[in-house]
């Protein structure tokens, strides 16, 4: 890497070049991983508000990501993502012969490696 910066580290001059993708990587993570697709905008509210919602999921994926990384499974939380996405959550409701209903919720697993992840990270599905 060659700059005309000069006095700080390799590794300050690295994340300054890569900083634009990490920022690109905000509107990505929205649109592929949120599904949440663009739409054009036309008040200045509405454009202020998708860049808030794209701030928040970049907060949100990194986040998770320095807490893979802390619990030792890397620093890249699509994987985790992908095997969360398999999870499913089932609302139950039964009527019982005097009319009332009984609600519950059933959280079903569909591998081990799930319940791996969410053991590392500390994280409990409440059912």
Request: aromatic share 8%.
């Amino acid at each position: 890497m060659r700059t005309n910066v000069m006095g700080s580290a390799d590794k300050e001059r690295w994340k300054a070049c890569i900083q634009p993708t990490v920022t690109e990587d905000a509107f990505r993570i929205r649109k592929s991983y949120l599904r949440i697709r663009p739409v054009r905008h036309h008040k200045e509210d509405r454009v202020l508000a998708l860049i808030l919602v794209c701030f928040l999921s970049f907060v949100l994926w990194r986040t998770l990501g320095e807490e893979c990384k802390r619990v030792g499974l890397g620093d890249e939380p699509r994987s985790v993502l992908s095997e969360f996405t398999q999870i499913r959550l089932a609302a139950i409701v039964l009527l019982t012969d005097a009319g009332k209903e009984i609600r519950t919720r059933y959280v079903r697993l569909s591998s081990d490696h799930q319940k791996f992840l969410l053991e590392r990270l500390g994280l409990r599905l409440s059912s």
